[in-house]
């Protein structure tokens, strides 16, 4: 009796959601993928920035014999090119999005998904509870709801939809929560599309990562147009420079990031006054036009400043509630998968991947992939995701 082919449920068409749609359609797979905005949605949000990583790391195999398929002409960059975010996109996303069509469907947010007549508590470890088909309950933006059957479900949504917030302890400062329409959280276009709402104002810029280096080196080059550009930079380490060098990073890229902003964190002459063991205790808005007042303390007493902007880089968390009825277990500590969270913990290269077990989740033929997989850590490359995806048909393509 022949196999039949399991019917599959991609979510997010970013790029793993769009690797696991390869790989779907090589193998001859029934599949959909839902994206609730546009292609790549948050690629597109922050595509200003140039990637770390070169072109070569950031497509496949896979890929590009279904887009040079679709498209026989298509020239793509040097494999050794670093590329925008927006570049890859018109590059690689959107042409491999067309080459899937019209298994993509955008415009359809997934709202829940659970298992046909189960609950989350009902046959704990059963076979039998891999037999009933997943409900995927989906929302068009007119508000119209609809269900979706599928058998096995890839969660490739990642988690940059979902701020983390500023105030100690992961909590929002006071007044956060009421000012937060009125903050940016992501990477802004500083020397873009948004210049004219930094140009010659006052910043405070709460973060010590990738994301908040990358805001005050803009600002900073901002500050050569504009002398009246200031980014007041607070983060909780206690490092006298704000990022740790990897010892011979191979992405030459974000080696450079970190020596820029280590730099400017340790000088006053570009208008950037970086204030280490610092964290935010309250921000009030104070009005269109009129900026925001905001409490911080670090290692001496409290201070008060008044700013024209407030940009939170502190990074992203996964989106839990999807899930909510399903038997998904969880890291403690990072929201990730428990599975590949411990492996993760136990050490070595975080940049690899630990194997289809590390997938595998107490909800049969459910996985969590790529950015969503590494729950709240910030380490995950697209390479470990594009091996997870390799990974994961290799099983469903078993005998």
Same mark, same amino acid.
């Given at each position: 009796?022949?196999?039949?082919?399991?019917r599959i449920?991609i979510l997010g068409?970013?790029?793993i959601?769009?690797e696991a749609?390869?790989h779907?359609?090589a193998l001859?797979?029934?599949?959909?993928?839902f994206e609730?905005g546009r292609?790549?949605e948050?690629?597109q949000?922050?595509?200003?920035?140039?990637?770390?990583?070169?072109? *070569?790391?950031?497509?496949?195999?896979? *890929?590009?014999?279904?887009?040079? $398929?679709?498209?026989h002409?298509?020239a793509?960059? $040097?494999?050794?090119?670093?590329?925008?975010g927006r570049e890859?996109? &018109?590059?690689?996303? &959107?042409?491999?999005?067309?080459?899937?069509a019209p $298994?993509v469907?955008?415009e359809s947010?997934?709202?829940?998904?659970?298992?046909? *007549?189960?609950l989350?508590?009902?046959l704990?470890?059963?076979?039998?509870r891999?037999?009933k088909p997943?409900r995927?309950?989906?929302?068009?933006p007119?508000?119209?709801?609809?269900?979706? &059957?599928?058998?096995v479900?890839?969660?490739?949504?990642?988690?940059?939809?979902h701020h983390?917030?500023?105030?100690?302890?992961g909590i929002p400062?006071l007044?956060?929560? @009421? $000012? =937060?329409?009125h903050? @940016?959280?992501?990477v802004?276009?500083?020397?873009g599309?948004?210049k004219?709402?930094?140009?010659n104002k006052?910043?405070?810029v709460?973060?010590a990562?990738?994301?908040? @280096?990358?805001?005050v080196c803009?600002?900073?080059q901002l500050?050569s147009e504009g002398?009246?550009t200031?980014?007041?930079?607070?983060?909780r380490?206690?490092r006298?420079?704000p990022?740790?060098r990897?010892?011979g990073?191979p992405?030459k890229e974000?080696?450079?990031?970190a020596v820029?902003?280590n730099?400017l964190?340790?000088?006053t002459d570009?208008?950037v =006054?970086y204030?280490?063991q610092?964290?935010?205790e309250?921000? =009030?808005?104070?009005?269109?036009?009129? #900026?925001?007042?905001v409490t911080?303390?670090?290692?001496d007493?409290?201070?008060t400043?008044e700013?024209?902007?407030?940009? #939170?880089?502190?990074?992203?968390?996964?989106?839990?509630?999807?899930?909510?009825?399903?038997?998904?277990?969880?890291?403690?500590?990072?929201?990730?998968?428990l599975h590949l969270?411990?492996?993760?913990? #136990?050490? *070595?290269?975080?940049?690899s991947?630990?194997?289809i077990?590390a997938?595998r989740s107490?909800?049969?033929?459910?996985?969590i992939l790529g950015?969503?997989?590494? #729950?709240?850590s910030?380490?995950?490359?697209?390479?470990?995701g594009?091996?997870?995806v390799r990974e994961v048909?290799s099983?469903?393509a @078993?005998p």
């Amino acid at each position: 009796m022949a196999k039949v082919s399991p019917r599959i449920a991609i979510l997010g068409a970013g790029p793993i959601g769009l690797e696991a749609g390869a790989h779907a359609k090589a193998l001859g797979f029934p599949f959909t993928i839902f994206e609730r905005g546009r292609i790549a949605e948050y690629w597109q949000r922050w595509g200003h920035v140039r990637l770390f990583s070169p072109f *070569g790391m950031n497509s496949t195999p896979a *890929g590009r014999s279904l887009i040079k $398929a679709h498209k026989h002409n298509f020239a793509f960059p $040097a494999d050794d090119q670093c590329i925008t975010g927006r570049e890859h996109v &018109a590059a690689y996303l &959107a042409p491999l999005a067309e080459a899937l069509a019209p $298994a993509v469907q955008l415009e359809s947010s997934v709202v829940q998904i659970a298992r046909q *007549g189960l609950l989350k508590e009902d046959l704990p470890g059963d076979p039998k509870r891999g037999r009933k088909p997943f409900r995927i309950l989906l929302r068009d933006p007119k508000g119209r709801e609809r269900i979706e &059957a599928a058998d096995v479900i890839l969660d490739c949504t990642g988690t940059f939809g979902h701020h983390r917030w500023m105030g100690e302890g992961g909590i929002p400062a006071l007044g956060e929560m @009421a $000012a =937060e329409p009125h903050i @940016a959280y992501g990477v802004e276009d500083i020397l873009g599309e948004r210049k004219n709402l930094y140009l010659n104002k006052s910043v405070l810029v709460v973060g010590a990562g990738y994301s908040a @280096a990358t805001t005050v080196c803009q600002l900073a080059q901002l500050a050569s147009e504009g002398n009246l550009t200031w980014a007041y930079w607070i983060a909780r380490t206690e490092r006298s420079q704000p990022l740790s060098r990897i010892a011979g990073d191979p992405l030459k890229e974000r080696e450079r990031l970190a020596v820029r902003a280590n730099t400017l964190a340790c000088r006053t002459d570009d208008n950037v =006054e970086y204030h280490p063991q610092t964290i935010l205790e309250a921000i =009030e808005f104070l009005g269109p036009d009129k #900026g925001f007042r905001v409490t911080v303390r670090g290692p001496d007493k409290p201070k008060t400043w008044e700013v024209d902007r407030v940009i #939170g880089n502190v990074g992203y968390s996964p989106d839990r509630q999807l899930y909510r009825e399903l038997q998904v277990q969880e890291c403690f500590a990072s929201f990730g998968p428990l599975h590949l969270a411990t492996k993760l913990r #136990g050490g *070595g290269d975080v940049d690899s991947t630990r194997g289809i077990d590390a997938l595998r989740s107490p909800e049969p033929n459910f996985f969590i992939l790529g950015a969503k997989s590494y #729950g709240r850590s910030s380490r995950f490359l697209l390479t470990v995701g594009f091996e997870q995806v390799r990974e994961v048909f290799s099983t469903l393509a @078993a005998p």
